[in-house]
């Protein structure tokens, strides 16, 4: 049986960079440098990550995940939770004006 999911959530998801930094990091015991180096990319672009100033990509989580060692669809759910959540909240108000269809 399922349980409904029909609490609206009122703390944001966890940003992908708050994982890296919190949980992955100090497992890997990686820092920014380090990580960097291990996926191929910039300092600066591990650090907006961090910084939770950057979003996961499709290719940064197909690099994240090589390097882990668990799914590109962990990071970019993780990402799409997040969005969506800064979206209700930005056009919320917006939104609720929208009725909602109902099948003749």
């Known amino acids: 049986m399922a349980i409904p999911n029909i609490k609206k959530r009122e703390i944001p998801p966890t940003h992908p960079g708050e994982m890296i930094r ?6 890997f015991n990686l820092n920014a440098t380090s990580l960097a180096a291990a996926i191929g990319v910039s300092r600066q672009t591990i650090n907006e990550l961090l910084r939770e100033r950057r979003a996961i990509t499709p290719v940064m989580a197909l690099r994240l995940s090589r390097l882990f ?3 590109p669809e962990f990071w970019l759910n993780a990402q799409h939770a997040r969005d969506l959540w800064d979206s209700q909240q930005r ?14």
């Open 22 to 27: 919190e949980d992955f990091m100090p497992d």
């Open 69 to 71: 060692g668990n799914s």
């Open 91 to 104: 056009f919320g108000k917006e939104l609720s004006q929208i009725r909602p269809l109902s099948a003749a």
